[in-house]
């Protein structure tokens, strides 16, 4: 039994899913098929690349990703498979995979080759659901295609550092279901350069000079009832691990969220000051 | 083989959900998951009760249904395990169990106490999907909490009914994905009340004195084409077992549903008036 | 081990399909239940049949598809059950099996009779359920329902030609999650009525004299970057094997799609032209 993941921008109401489904299910009627998400916005691999990394780790080892989002084949858009993390992803090559494994590297990049047999202008429905097909009963990749050794990358959405090492300057990659807004900067670059210094983010005209890690860590339980705190907006490091501002209990569709409410938005900066030596006192500007 | 089944607020876009599945497929490859829904309005616990209890029931007894609403665990809001109705439920202790259990009482409640020995800021993916597995694989509720003997009660979304018992005041507890108005007004309570005897019904400046069984019996076949009750409004008992105030085939992202049409939003008031003896005519408002 | 396949518009927020899947588990645990759509826009026939008709075809033969748009049973509205292309369709009798059948015949039509025993106001969580989890059994249709010769017949979304064979009229049938519009004029009947002549589409005040087989064929890739061409207009055959009128990778949520854009809607005319003997050369009126 093999897990294949589903990952696109098709929408959940044309047939394009349901035919993937059912054409997996015809070479495979065992496989458990688990949808990651079809609700990319169409053809943003950055969003992509964010919700793939954070979802693929739960999987079993050995699962297979198929990703549909800009995977029409073209001489600059290639198909591939790349082997990474024991995990299996079929995409095109389109800087996605750099965006996944920033961290670590890939044991196998194989470019599929299997275009010429089949007439398709819908690579998803035909190409990538034979190749995880093909995958999954335990091919060989070189089979499917010719291995190679790298891939496109694409470095924007990594954060900047300045020399000094006293300044991060990182971006807004996403915007979740809640409104909260995930900056590029993970705990990992915050703690390598801030080496617990204080500190000041700011995004906008919004500062803060403390991130949490947990939403209510803000409330005072025995002070005030957690009403009190609704709509206070928060600094976090989120599930995920990067730097998130949020508001506490936001809802974006009737009173907003962090990126409505603080007019932060896609690609917006944010920047994070360090401070050397003296403890400096700051006062959030609102 | 388990059947777990997942509600949340979490949306279908982020990686949340896919992430969650990942985590039990690694535990239990061989659970069957299902989907309930992501698209609660974020932290409503009376949507929650309300889709939850329609549904769960459908499903074979022993099943696990999860629970990803305002599940960030406190002090004032515990983590816990009900048994009830032969389902099990894991769910964060903030009233939404007094809500499904209004008239069962449940055979078992546990205070989930992993917590200590789980860093965590996704409590569902961590603690509950832990828990989840655990039940799955026959393990005894005990070893991964306390037993508690009560949980909070939240009443708020219950009718009243008036001493002389003529008069029912209900509210508006849901708004349905045909924009239909659904009232916490059971068919049992209307019974048992109304004992039979004339009613009007009146949401906002509307008045119904007929309660339908089936949205169609407004239709009179033989004289008129079926299109000609289109935009109809009318008062039926739903499938759930509670009164909804309806458009005869609404579309709400067209034409408009009842909550647009006649102004019904959520926890707006419906009062049903029961008259005595002689039988009264009422000519409906509008 | 029987694969069922839901299409509705309850949408995804409802208890509806939960409620629908657990009844299905509960008869059959080993069944698997794959999602085509509930996103149908409500009451819409012809979206269901463009949907379905272009996912069916995937999945394995013997497949039971339950489709709960326009459900409820009435004297103008029977239930039925077609076998068609060795795949079950559990639908009303309103003219959806026309539109998916129109180049096949059914093999075997049966009105559902069940209804007498079932007392419900929710047909496909009942009347549905049972009668896929009897077809998955490997039950005789004549035990649930007697067989008929014939089913409703809605033919308004054909093509129409005129009697010199040189212009086709066809109309908008979808509009898909990248808002391409999808017409009525397959390429078969394209090539059938075309024989090859040159030919002018028109769109509202757009013209296409040129019908593309993959998006990218419109990307001189040697000549200019790709994102010259985003917002191109271009006429394609689809997947689905109908002419589509497109945007160059367009975002309906941003920038528009092909129907914001042109101003196409669902039911808008759309006329090809075929032109005798000598080429004649146009030019787009935009």
């Known amino acids: 039994m093999?897990?294949?993941t589903l990952t696109s921008d098709f929408g959940t109401k044309d047939h394009f899913v349901g035919a993937v489904k059912g054409a997996i299910y015809s070479e495979l009627p065992d496989a458990k098929i688990v949808d990651i998400t079809h609700e990319?916005?169409?053809?943003?691999?950055?969003?992509?690349a964010y919700i793939l990394k954070n979802a693929?780790?739960?999987?079993p080892k050995g699962t297979i990703h198929i990703v549909g989002v800009d995977s029409e084949v073209s001489v600059h858009n290639k198909h591939i498979v790349v082997l990474l993390d024991d995990h299996y992803f079929i995409c095109p090559d389109n800087g996605l995979i750099s965006m996944i494994a920033s961290e670590i590297n890939p044991t196998k990049i194989v470019e599929i080759t299997i275009h010429n047999h089949i007439e398709s202008s819908f690579s998803v429905l035909d190409v990538f659901v034979q190749t995880a097909c093909f995958i999954a009963r335990g091919g060989n990749l070189t089979v499917i295609?010719?291995?190679i050794s790298s891939y496109k990358k694409i470095s924007e959405i990594q954060p900047k550092v300045n020399q000094q090492k006293n300044i991060i300057i990182g971006g807004?990659?996403?915007i979740d279901n809640y409104g909260n807004v995930i900056t590029n900067i993970s705990k990992k670059v915050f703690s390598e350069i801030g080496k617990g210094r204080d500190f000041k983010?700011?995004?906008r005209r919004y500062a803060f000079t403390k991130i949490l890690n947990k939403y209510n860590e803000i409330v005072d339980f025995a002070a005030k009832d957690i009403r009190h705190y609704d709509g206070t907006k928060l600094a976090i490091?989120?599930?995920?691990?990067?730097?998130?501002?949020?508001?506490?209990?936001s809802n974006l569709h009737t009173v907003g969220g962090a990126s409505s409410l603080l007019g932060l938005d896609y690609r917006d900066t944010i920047t994070i000051e360090f401070f050397n030596?003296?403890?400096?006192?700051?006062i959030p500007l609102n």
Chains 1, 2, 3 share one sequence.
């Open 56 to 59: 693929y780790k739960s999987f």
């Open 201 to 203: 983010i700011t995004a």
């Open 145 to 147: 295609g010719k291995e």
């Open 172 to 174: 807004v990659i996403y």
């Open 2 to 4: 093999s897990f294949i």
């Open 40 to 48: 990319i916005s169409p053809f943003n691999i950055t969003e992509t």
């Open 237 to 249: 490091f989120n599930s995920a691990g990067f730097i998130e501002i949020a508001i506490y209990r």
């Open 277 to 282: 030596e003296q403890k400096v006192e700051f």
